[in-house]
């Protein structure tokens, strides 16, 4: 095995410096995109985690008083750290820095295949649109593919030599990995599977397999647990996700691995894609007898099909695999490095491949770059400058989601006005001044049903879609302002109707 990768490296040896050369403008471009898509509004769910990073008056009570799905612990303790900054863009600067960190690990961990493999693979990751919209979000997304790429560089290292540095490298990048973000229970299974099915093809006894095993794991298994007793097992969901369906989630990940739209008449197809290429490159991994196959094999297929089938489809969402995109991209790298040294003709698949993955990537990235997450903050801005008086009474159609928008950027606002959000079930009775739409598309008039009140689009705020809403922002029409009841006229709320806000 040893002398098939030496091989491989001396027979582009002559080529280093050009390697050197894309592997370094590769590294620099992934870079640049990802702080220019740390740019702008922060999204609702980066909103929830500033919320529950910045409100608990103590360290402790962000842990046992703050058990949510969006409190992405790791990320929650820099949030908490950074505090109260005016200008946003800081509280992304740890995802920007894993992001970047992660192609950095990528290219080091494909050193192992070829230098040629360390050059496919900081394109293929480093223009990905999930990885860079991740690497870009004040989430813990990002640092859980960081962590996932070491954890997986620092076993190999261990089981070449194992050191007491190595080893407590190993253990600091499954706990920390963990506290980013719990998907990383997929990296879990797919190392631990590994090693115990090298445990058993080397013919260890019984005793020293789970010697060896306890060495790797246990300090962090202890770790998980006091997680789960503090944490985990008193998890609250927030949301829920759009899709109810297990198969538009797995075709989502798919195509967004790819760069395909992620649209439902396309799952079949995504998957398809995704599963005949990682197969591809694991079968060539088994016939080359490296064991890397079983991980892959685990990190790609068994663990993530487990999720699906464990965890109700209302709550998944295709970044709850983001973990494994990674190394989606590592197997993608192998295939396409081994099929660039074949003849001519079979040479260019893998490039032409890469332009149309890249492709794909890029047109979703410059969107990402264009539109961003929402534009709120311009949003009330505007909103602001047409509104008369010091009072912006604004009116939603998703309290969760809208009514934190809000509230938040209103503290953006000149201290000569004031925002005040008006509930759902309020807005037919209170007939706020402004209503913002997020459910639907932008149309002409939004009128109440069976209520003589209607509201005009005032504009419309698109985001670039995955993070972010866009917002249709409706003003009150001058007749219906006019028929406005005081505040202080009881009247019974009507539903605005499921056709109009929902």
């Known amino acids: 095995m040893q002398a098939r990768s030496n091989m491989d490296y001396s027979a582009i040896k002559g080529n280093d410096g050009l390697c050197r050369f894309l592997l370094v403008m590769g590294f620099v471009v992934s870079a640049v995109l990802m702080m220019a898509a740390s740019r702008g509004d922060l999204s609702p769910d980066e909103i929830v985690s500033l919320e529950t990073a910045l409100t608990p008056q103590n360290w402790l009570a962000v842990v046992t008083q703050n058990a949510n799905d969006n409190n992405h612990l790791l990320n929650t303790f820099l949030l ?24 950095a690990a990528l290219a080091w961990t494909a050193r192992r295949w070829s230098g040629e493999t360390a050059v496919w693979i900081v394109y293929l990751a480093g223009l990905s649109y999930p990885v860079i919209l991740y690497s870009s979000e004040a989430r813990g997304y990002a640092p859980a593919m960081f962590f996932a790429v070491i954890s997986f560089e620092m076993l190999q290292q261990c089981r070449e030599r194992s050191t ?15 506290l980013s973000h719990f998907s990383f229970a997929i990296i879990w299974v797919a190392l631990g599977g590994w090693s115990l099915v090298r445990e058993k093809y080397a013919g260890s006894f019984l005793r020293s397999a789970v010697v060896n095993l306890a060495k790797l794991y246990a300090v962090p298994a202890i770790f998980v647990v006091g997680i789960y007793l503090v944490f985990i097992r008193h998890i609250i969901i927030l949301g829920g996700a759009l899709t109810n369906s297990r198969w538009e989630v797995a075709g989502s990940a798919a195509a967004h691995a790819l760069g395909l739209p992620d649209k439902t008449g396309l799952c079949t197809v995504s998957i398809f894609s995704v ?8 079968w060539n991994l088994f016939r080359q007898k490296r064991s890397e196959w079983i991980f892959f094999g685990l990190v790609l297929f068994v663990a993530p099909v487990l999720v699906v089938l464990l965890l109700h489809p209302n709550f998944l969402f295709f970044r709850y695999f983001i973990v494994c995109f990674p190394f989606f991209y590592l197997l993608l790298a192998f295939i396409f490095a081994e099929w660039f040294r074949k003849p001519a003709g079979i040479r260019m698949v893998p490039v032409a491949l890469t332009l149309a993955i890249t492709t794909g990537h890029l047109l979703k990235v410059a969107t990402l770059l264009d539109l ?18 010091r009072l912006i009474r604004v009116g939603g159609d998703g309290d969760f989601q809208n009514g934190r928008l809000v509230h938040f950027y209103g503290l953006f606002l000149p201290p000569s006005r004031q925002v005040e959000y008006i509930p ?6 209170e007939r706020p001044d402004w209503v913002v739409v997020y459910s639907l598309p932008p ?23 995955v993070s972010g809403l866009n917002w249709s922002v ?21 539903n605005i109707g499921d056709k109009h806000l929902n």
Do not use: H
């Open 275 to 282: 599963s005949a290429l990682a197969g591809c490159a694991i």
């Open 164 to 178: 007491w540095s190595r080893l407590i490298l190993f253990w600091a990048s499954l706990c920390l990995g963990f």
């Open 443 to 465: 149309n002409p008039i939004l009128e109440m049903k069976d209520l003589e009140v209607k509201y005009n689009l005032f504009s419309f705020y698109p985001c670039s879609g």
């Open 80 to 103: 908490r750290l950074l505090g109260w900054q005016q200008n946003l863009f800081v509280y992304r600067i740890p995802a920007v820095l894993f992001g970047i960190y992660t192609i």
């Open 424 to 429: 759902l079930a309020k807005i037919s009775s």
């Open 474 to 494: 409706y003003r009150l029409s001058a007749e219906s302002a006019a028929n406005r009841m005081p505040k202080d006229v009881k009247q019974a709320p009507e």
């Open 372 to 389: 961003g997450r929402g534009s709120y903050r311009q949003a009330l801005n505007d909103m602001a400058a047409a509104t008369p008086g």
